[in-house]
């Protein structure tokens, strides 16, 4: 913005904010000061607000020895920024116990401003995270006395790599979500996505995936084969044993 001096003395000027929320965004620089005659000030005004819709507000330039103050209106609009992913679901189908899935999928920021997110899944277990059939099969072979007790919490199951970040302008995340099912059951839940000064869950993906019993099994069995397999390698048959 811009001041001019249109009279013959020198003219000594401050501003008067409002006290609004939107007000308090504003800045402005200088504040006051001393303009000469026929003189120019140029006032930068900066904006920051994470209240988001149009807004009109209305300043005051006192001005000493003048009886009305100028006026300066400032109006705008504050938008939010737009993205969606580029999948309509993440689609597991069936899953095997301790067998870790990954699906990608990106998160696309499709407005002309940076976006802060944070990635979940409500649902997902609070407990410490699944166990994968490798390290199930590593705390088979250690001693009894050094392995880790089984919480009675519901395992985490999902992991989202990055599950939080910035996303420039007009640009995208790679985001890779991996179920390891621990748990007999069918998943119907969904990602979801908190954006900072927006919200929380603003978007929402769904997670489809089924853990059968059968399937379950299936792996059950195969680790039995594999044991019966190698203690018939290093014992005679009729002395292994299987636990």
């Known amino acids: 913005a811009i001041l001019y001096n249109k009279g ?3 003219a000594l000027f401050n501003m008067t904010l409002p006290t609004s929320a939107l007000g308090a965004c504003f800045v402005f620089s200088p504040k006051e000061g001393i303009i000469e005659p026929s003189g120019v000030q140029a006032i930068q005004i900066s904006f920051s607000s994470t209240i988001l819709g149009n807004f009109e507000e209305e300043f005051l330039v006192n001005v000493n020895g003048s009886p009305e103050p100028v006026k300066l209106t400032i109006r705008g609009c504050v938008i939010g920024p737009t993205f969606h992913f580029n999948v309509p679901a993440l ?3 069936d899953v095997s116990f301790g067998f870790p899935h990954t699906l990608i999928c ?3 920021n499709t407005s002309l401003i940076p976006m802060t997110f944070k990635l979940r899944v409500p649902g997902d277990g609070l407990g410490r995270k699944s166990i994968s059939y490798c390290e199930q099969h590593a705390d088979y072979k250690r001693p009894s006395g050094t392995k880790e007790e089984i919480s009675s919490m519901k395992p985490k199951e999902f992991t989202i790599t990055p599950d939080c970040g910035t996303i420039r302008p007009q ?9 390891c099912s621990n748990t007999v059951q069918k998943y119907e839940l969904a990602l979801v996505v908190d954006v900072e000064g927006i919200g929380e869950e603003v978007l929402v993906l769904l997670i489809t995936a ?5 399937c379950n099994r299936k792996v059950l ?16 048959w009729d002395t292994v044993a299987v636990t």
């Open 210 to 214: 089924s853990a059968p019993e059968l």
């Open 106 to 108: 990106s998160l696309n």
């Open 171 to 179: 640009g995208f995340a790679a985001i890779r979500v991996t179920l």
């Open 8 to 10: 013959s003395i020198d």
């Open 221 to 236: 069995l195969s680790v039995l084969q594999w044991k019966i397999h190698r203690a018939k390698r290093s014992l005679p």
């Open 91 to 93: 689609h597991f189908g």
